[in-house]
């Protein structure tokens, strides 16, 4: 266990050890655990966490949010359309003066090739810890909650356990990649077999692809590519199939959706799970295009454990709040 993680900024999960992951897991079972009995647990007693967005959300600022007054502090919603940040205000300033004011910076900014920047330039200008709310390279507490999901449903223990991590289409909007680049990096360190399946057009950033087939070298895991949907689901003890946008390819929205609708056919559904394990469990960090994305029948079936990952997000939050902002 690492128990020193006072004043550690969470940008991306791959910049802290795997000991250091497993304390934030750890601790985010106990105040799980907490919580369901009611237990009081105010290690954040009088402390304010400012949280900046630039994009919308429900479960991230509701969680943040819920999380901040179960652990006795506050967290102040700040909205970049509606502050002076529309007019302005830099990064650096934002990093100061937040960092004087409050004892914690969580920002969501999905710019694309702007958003981590931002992230890490109010990082560097800050004197409390920051913490990436999700950027257009990393969602790092989506996939610590997906993590935590996994393993209370698979066991500690997820060597040898093969994950399709998959893209499929959606029409609403162009999603970052930040989803399943911060899943192939977390997935890898932990030995499972990472399967990453898109259409041509879908790639991730190739460094995170090296960084993400790097991992395994360490952990015994294994990465692999492919680009036909259905055989990603095959064997597959866990499933997560959501849509990303074709950002590598174009970053235009009507290119991107006209090269979307070459793959409206990649939608989960019971037969493509059929072809998982019969334990296999589906995943989607929501929101999810219904219907489109996957069946009904697929995300309100037996196998799908949406809202478990969903609450998740508390609890894995709660953790890193607690142990970076003492
Ligand atoms: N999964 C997730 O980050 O949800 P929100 O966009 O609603 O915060």
């Not at 302005?88 to 004087?100: F, N, S, V």
């Not at 199939?241 to 390819?249: P, Q, R």
């Not at 995300?299 to 809202?307: A, L, T």
Request: hydrophobic letters at 40%; aromatic letters at 8%; proline letters at 3%.
């Amino acid at each position: 266990m690492q128990t020193d993680l006072r004043g550690r900024d969470l940008i991306t999960e791959q910049e802290w050890t795997r000991e250091e992951i497993d304390t934030l897991l750890d601790v985010a079972w106990d105040l799980k655990r907490k919580r369901a009995l009611g237990e009081s647990h105010a290690y954040l007693r009088d402390k304010v966490m400012a949280m900046l967005f630039f994009f919308t959300s429900t479960r991230t600022r509701a969680s943040f949010e819920a999380g901040m007054a179960q652990l006795g502090g506050h967290a102040q919603f700040i909205d970049s359309e509606t502050t002076q940040i529309s007019h302005g205000d830099t990064a650096k300033e934002i990093g100061e003066i937040l960092g004087r004011y409050c004892d914690g910076i969580a920002i969501r900014q999905c710019d694309w090739n702007f958003g981590n920047q931002y992230i890490r330039e109010v990082a560097q200008a800050s004197r409390v810890p920051v913490l990436n709310m999700q950027c257009d390279v990393y969602h790092p507490f989506q996939i610590l909650a997906d993590m935590m999901t996994i393993q209370e449903k698979l066991g500690r223990d997820l060597r040898g356990r093969t994950i399709n991590v998959s893209y499929a289409y959606a029409s609403s909007y162009q999603k970052p990649l930040s989803v399943p680049q911060s899943l192939i990096l977390l997935m890898t360190r932990y030995g499972m077999n990472v399967r990453l399946a898109h259409p041509p057009e879908f790639a991730l950033m190739p460094d995170i692809v090296q960084q993400a087939k790097d991992n395994t070298k360490a952990s015994g895991g294994s990465f692999e590519m492919m680009d036909e949907f259905d055989a990603g689901f095959k064997d597959a003890d866990v499933i997560y199939a959501k849509s990303w946008g074709c950002w590598m390819a174009t970053e235009d929205k009507a290119e991107s959706a006209v090269i979307g609708k070459k793959y409206t056919n990649w939608i989960t559904d019971e037969r493509r799970m059929a072809l998982a394990k019969e334990s296999a469990i589906y995943m989607h960090c929501l929101p999810a295009d219904r219907n489109i994305e996957v069946t009904d029948g697929v995300i309100d079936g037996p196998q799908s454990v949406v809202y478990d990952e969903a609450e998740n997000r508390l609890h894995v939050q709660k953790a890193a709040m607690a142990l970076t902002m003492r």
